[in-house]
């Protein structure tokens, strides 16, 4: 069973940073995209920024500049550098990947979030 485990959210004032991370577990052949997901309370889940296996990135509007995404390979580990955090970006944030498995080329998994609280 592949599963993906979250970490490093907390409670920050404004402007200060926090850094998650993501670690998949399990059967894994490879992991291709990785990505970081938020949903704040009474919204919709949104993307927050993305890197494939080769290390292109894309980052939300919202938080380009202030975010950095990066992922270790050799420990199937996907983090998220947040700077500059502001009352807008408490949220739940998800670990989100797609795995190639032994029973299942594509197989996307969602990690069981971590709370990002920023106080004003």
């Known amino acids: 069973q592949v599963q993906l485990v979250e970490s490093g959210g907390g409670l920050v004032q404004a402007g200060g940073s926090l850094r998650l991370s993501c670690a998949a577990s399990?059967?894994?052949?490879?992991?291709?995209?990785m990505g970081w997901y938020r949903q704040a309370p009474g919204k919709q889940r949104e993307l927050s920024a993305t890197?494939?296996?080769?290390?292109?990135?894309n980052y939300a509007d919202s938080v380009k500049g202030r975010f950095t995404i990066s992922r270790d390979n050799a420990k199937n580990t996907v983090y998220l550098q947040m700077n500059s955090l502001k009352p807008e970006d408490t949220a739940v944030y998800y670990c989100?990947?797609?795995?190639?498995?032994?029973?299942?080329?594509?197989?996307?998994?969602w990690g069981q979030g971590t709370l990002v609280t920023v106080s004003s």
């Open positions: 890197i494939t296996s080769g290390g292109r990135v």
């Open positions: 989100n990947a797609i795995i190639w498995t032994p029973s299942d080329p594509y197989l996307e998994i």
């Open positions: 399990g059967s894994i052949f490879s992991i291709g995209s």
